[in-house]
């Protein structure tokens, strides 16, 4: 094991003894050989130094080839192996290792498995199916994978639920292994006493919060994502859902250790060094792969739903802003707006058991006792009443309430009923409350000055805005593009962000320099080259492309389904 000690002199990175030190330097040796020859990474079968050391970065599935190096600048081009990845006889040979490696089972380059796993029926950003699929069910399979991935210089893209909207889990063209996670979904402990949990990264929240509830635990997870998304990627998007004004997001407080790293240790807090987790969570596959996690837990509140009606939108927000520096503002858990069409599509989609008035809206979550809903509701009511709004309905029961909320979360759904068979482009971006009704104001008049439909829902108490623009035809993507483009600069402009959840993938990486400057984006790039050396884990994502990055994963284009 090794152990890197930062000082004052940045380009040092000390090892504990002077094996390690050698180590570092054969690998050093191997890696500017194997540039030069374009051959295989020969670490697997090398000196027992070097093996410690590739041991070590793939042991944490991180795809790092001969350690962990520290520079205050990218190597020079002709000693750094990053983005030159094998010639397509490599990856042959490490599709061959793949099956003798790991049961047969557990592999697949069946045509329709690839492309499956490389295309997302919501997504039309570029896309590519993967060379070969891996399906791990341990640690260790994970480990065995990014062994022979670090060998061959192949690319490696994690996938679980299969839920991120902006091309996150795009095959490389080229040729890549697809990690699919979705088969390590088990609970591996529970520790009630400390209300946290440990995971494997494949399950799924909802799967998670039904299991604590089959165990009869008062607690969850509570962080709410779309349906289908599971632990691992919503580290990797750094996600997070309605439940944001109450509980934060996944880079709060709620994944207390990761297993790529052992990034923390199981404690409540901790001052000691950096909190690794953090730069995990977010990364979106580009560092590694997670196959454990370790959560806190929330305790479980009872919770009534109630749905207020506005004549518009900046009425709407003025009551959110009262209501939530009210005595009862403790008592929400979630708020969401939502514009008139989007209840214009549940009324059409017909799963609701209620008509809805067709106006901007807002569904509340309210928390506590009976007694407190009740009194919560009171204040929520003549508050939304203050601000002009037009009806106010309380849940009559727990069914009721599981109804309304029904009618919020299955919003890509319903939105589509206003377009039949039509196709829709989700996409969000977040902005500082006080500024999303502008947003939403300039969207709606922009969609329509251009004929597009469009249903807008709003975590308003956060400011993360969420629009889904249906279209029929491929025809019509250049234009539904160009919208999002303009949202997403509406957004910036007034100091918000590219995504509030969806996180970056392909599709939003052009804006970060924009948004975040160049300096943080080059910090970025720089972890990035550090733990990730080879440049295999998930290339193309999450950093935008500049001339000195030397490589393009994908080309132009769009997704066509």
């Known amino acids: ?115 499956g796993h490389g295309f997302s029926p919501n997504s039309y950003h570029p896309a590519i199916a993967h060379s070969v699929v891996v399906f791990p069910e341990s640690t260790e399979d994970v480990v065995a994978v990014m062994k022979i991935a670090t060998k061959y210089r192949m690319p490696v893209v994690a996938y679980s639920g299969g839920t991120s909207l902006e091309g996150q889990f795009s095959g490389i063209d080229g040729g890549c292994i697809c990690v699919d996670m979705s088969g390590m979904n088990h609970i591996i402990k529970l520790h009630a006493g400390d209300a946290d949990v440990v995971v494997q990264s494949g399950i799924g929240w909802q799967e998670l919060n039904a299991q604590l509830k089959e165990m009869n635990y008062p607690y969850f997870f509570p962080l709410d994502p779309g349906p289908g998304a599971t632990i691992g990627g919503m580290v990797g998007t750094g996600c997070s859902g309605t439940n944001a004004v109450k509980y934060g997001t996944a880079k709060s407080h709620w994944f207390i250790n990761l297993t790529v790293i052992k990034t ?30 370790t959560l806190r837990l929330a305790p479980l509140v009872p919770i009534t739903v109630a749905v207020a009606q506005f004549p518009d939108v900046r009425k709407a927000a003025n009551a959110v802003q009262e209501v939530l520096t009210s005595t009862a503002g403790d008592s929400i858990q979630c708020i969401e707006l939502v514009d008139d069409n989007f209840m214009r599509g549940t009324n059409i989609f017909g799963q609701s058991h209620r008509k809805y008035l067709e106006k901007d809206s807002l569904f509340f979550k309210i928390q506590g006792s009976t007694s407190t809903q009740q009194e919560n509701a009171k204040i929520i009511q003549g508050i939304v009443k203050k601000h002009g709004g037009l009806t106010f309905e309380l849940a009559r029961s727990k069914e009721d309430a599981d109804d309304m909320w029904r009618d919020r979360k299955v919003a890509l759904w319903s939105g589509m009923a206003l377009v039949p068979g039509s196709r829709a482009w989700p996409t969000d971006v977040c902005v500082p409350v006080s500024r999303l009704p502008d947003l939403v104001y300039e969207t709606k008049k922009d969609l329509a000055e251009h004929n597009i439909v469009s249903t807008i829902v709003g975590h308003v108490g956060d400011g993360n805005f969420h629009a889904s623009l249906l279209f029929k035809d491929d025809e019509e993507i250049p234009q539904i593009h160009d919208a999002v483009k303009r949202m997403i600069d509406r957004a910036i402009d007034m100091e918000g962000t590219c995504t509030g959840e969806h996180g970056v993938g392909l599709g939003k990486k052009e804006y970060l320099y924009r948004e975040l400057g160049a300096g943080t984006v080059n910090l970025m790039k720089r972890i990035k080259r550090t733990i990730d050396p080879l440049g295999i884990m998930n290339p193309g994502k999450l950093y935008p492309d500049s001339p000195e990055d030397g490589f393009q994963v994908h080309g132009p284009g769009y997704a066509k389904h």
């Not at 670490?43 to 130094?49: E, F, I, R, T």
């Not at 047969?104 to 492309?115: A, F, R």
């Not at 807090?269 to 987790?277: C, E, I, R, V």
């Not at 730069?279 to 979106?284: L, M, P």
Request: no cysteine; glycine share 8%; charged share 20%.
């Open 264 to 293: 923390r240790s199981r404690a409540r807090k901790s001052s000691a060094g950096f909190d690794l987790t953090k730069i995990f969570i977010g990364a979106e596959g580009t560092l590694g792969i997670v196959t454990e996690a």
């Open 1 to 115: 094991m090794l152990r890197r000690v930062i000082t004052s002199r940045p380009r040092i990175a000390q090892p504990v003894n002077p094996r390690a030190a050698g180590a570092i330097s054969d690998a050093r040796f191997l890696a500017r050989r194997s540039a030069s020859t374009n051959a295989p990474h020969p670490a697997a079968s090398g000196p027992s130094s070097v093996r410690n050391v590739f041991n070590l970065a793939v042991g944490v599935a991180i795809g790092v080839a001969g350690g962990l190096y520290l520079f205050d600048r990218p190597p020079p081009a002709e000693t750094s192996l990053f983005g030159k990845f094998g010639t397509p006889d490599d990856f042959k040979a490490a599709i061959v290792e793949l099956n003798n490696t790991l049961t047969s089972n557990k592999v697949s380059s069946d045509p329709e498995v690839v492309k």
